[in-house]
């Protein structure tokens, strides 16, 4: 306990010591840190925006009016047992004509003898099969029932946005790995600075039996703390700044709590690798 | 051979310094507990270099280097550490760390053994009083005077109870009161039991009983 108590008074000792360095250091960490904060949260929020979307998204097929109702009825039922099926509705010609009135604000329609607006099935989809893949499935074997004239979804909207939606996971992916590593090198840097300054009180602590622990300890512990200090402060500048922030169609999504602390942990556990690695170079 | 433990024995070591020049060619040497040898060396004939090879921090090329019955080199980290626990010294390599406290420069070793607090505070007092260090245990060591400086790293060095002492040049630059000072401390050191190995350019002038004088000459002791 005396020997931890006393390696704890020698980091503080070695921050208070260099504040700048410290200042430096720990001001970096919180820059890389907070810009990830800023993508993790920004891809929540498109992504939260996107399935809000998404779940606007459903397959029309419309039908020819040579089918009879009662057969469009069992086309209806046998729809609405595929999997991932949520909802099927029957659209008549007098719903389509009431549709499209209501669309429009008046009677187009008005002068025809017939209503020429053909029958339809909207079919709604569980969130878990709204993707450009499944529905093209649906859609080919819709296309397998007799009476079936056409089918419309949005597919090159949902085409574009899951295309849309890989690029920024994999930008994500990559901007995480930069992030990671800079935020090691900086730990290794700052912590062979710090070695650095300190190499003839090393040296001595060397002679007089001190074992690479005890040496390496407050250079390792001063990273894990810069940078656990740091994405503490991240997020929550990050929050306190979220509160002055208001969009109009997209909600602002945090990670949860538990993803903070692990992100908080991995940060401190990089600090950690880092200053472990940057003051292996004082045994050197 | 005298019941006494060995607590240095090279063998047939050869050696370079720093620099790479061979100081030592077959050297052999050994030192009891409780003995004083003096080994005599002008610079750079490898006074330092037997200090590095005895606490482990340079390698013979050939040879060994036993320190408390035990092999010292870069191999095994774990024993040398334990070694060099051993082990104090005064001067040439070893040195106070200017920006600590005296106090803080002194405990050291007692902070590295696991020592409780209580413990480290009546061993530093006893030690500073006895090497006259009390009105300067909360200055840095960059402020103290030579004398001041080996009286420190005395301390430093048997706070732990070290058996072996290093002694790199004690009197180099010293005025003559605070060199007979030193030397009457080294004296009581040797009286209480600590084997003393002390490096010099020249005569050490003063004597230790039973104490033996080496020159170092052609990579040898004679």
């Not at chain 1, 001001?27 to 606007?56: A, N, Q």
């Not at chain 1, 503490?232 to 979220?242: M, V």
């Not at chain 2, 301390?155 to 009457?184: C, F, H, K, W, Y």
Request: hydrophobic fraction near 45%; aromatic fraction near 10%; charge should be positive.
């Amino acid at each position: 306990m005396n020997r931890l108590v006393f390696l704890l008074w020698r980091t503080f000792r070695n921050i208070i010591h260099r504040p700048l360095a410290a200042a430096g250091s720990f001001l970096s960490l919180l820059l890389l840190l907070m810009l990830f904060d800023i993508v993790w949260v920004s891809s929540l929020s498109s992504k939260e925006y996107y399935s809000r979307l998404l779940s606007e998204i459903d397959i029309e097929v419309f039908i020819k009016d040579s089918l009879p109702d009662t057969t469009l009825v069992s086309m209806r039922d046998a729809i609405g047992r595929f999997e991932g099926v949520d909802k099927v509705q029957l659209i008549s010609k007098e719903d389509a004509h009431f549709m499209l009135n209501d669309l429009m604000g008046s009677d187009l329609l008005t002068g025809l003898d017939n209503n020429p607006l053909p029958r339809s099935l909207i079919i709604t989809f569980k969130p878990d099969f709204l993707n450009a893949a499944t529905l093209e499935n649906y859609r080919r074997r819709l296309l397998e029932y007799d009476g079936v004239s056409d089918i419309f979804y949005a597919k090159d909207w949902l085409e574009r946005a899951e295309y849309a939606r890989v690029r920024i996971s994999r930008f994500m992916l990559f901007l995480g790995i930069v992030i990671s590593l800079a935020v090691l090198l900086n730990s290794v840097r700052a912590s062979r600075i710090s070695a650095g300054r300190y190499q003839y009180e090393i040296s001595q602590l060397r002679l007089m039996g001190a074992g690479r622990g005890f040496i390496s300890f407050p250079f390792i512990f001063e990273g894990a703390l810069y940078s656990l200090l740091a994405a503490i402060a991240g997020w929550a500048l990050l929050t306190y700044g979220a509160g002055y922030f208001a969009f109009k169609n997209i909600a602002i999504i945090f990670p949860t709590s538990a993803e903070i602390f692990y992100f908080c942990l991995l940060s401190t556990l990089i600090g950690l690798f880092g200053g472990y690695i940057g003051s292996r170079q004082s045994f050197q | 051979m005298n019941g006494r433990e060995k607590i240095l024995e090279l063998t047939s070591v050869r050696a370079s310094n720093r620099a790479g020049i061979t100081v030592f060619r077959d050297l052999d040497f050994g030192l009891y507990a409780g003995d004083t040898a003096i080994i005599i060396g002008q610079t750079a004939t490898g006074k330092t270099t037997l200090a590095e090879l005895i606490v482990g921090t340079m390698k013979p090329e050939r040879g060994s280097v036993k320190v408390f019955g035990k092999e010292i080199g870069m191999g095994n980290e774990r024993q040398a550490i334990e070694i060099r626990r051993r082990i104090g010294g005064v001067g040439g390599i070893f040195d106070l760390i200017p920006n600590l406290t005296v106090s803080e420069n002194i405990l050291y070793p007692l902070i590295l053994h696991g020592e409780s607090k209580k413990e480290r505070k009546i061993k530093l007092d006893q030690l500073l009083g006895q090497y006259n260090l009390t009105g300067r245990k909360k200055d840095k060591a960059f402020k103290l005077t030579r004398g001041e400086k080996v009286m420190a790293l005395l301390a430093r060095a048997v706070i732990a109870d070290q058996p072996l002492l290093i002694i790199d040049e004690p009197l180099d630059r010293l005025d003559i009161a605070t060199s007979e000072n030193i030397i009457g401390l080294l004296k009581r050191l040797w009286a209480a039991g600590h084997a003393l190995l002390i490096l010099t350019n020249g005569r050490v002038g003063f004597e230790i009983p039973g104490s033996k004088e080496y020159q170092i000459k052609d990579g040898r002791l004679q």
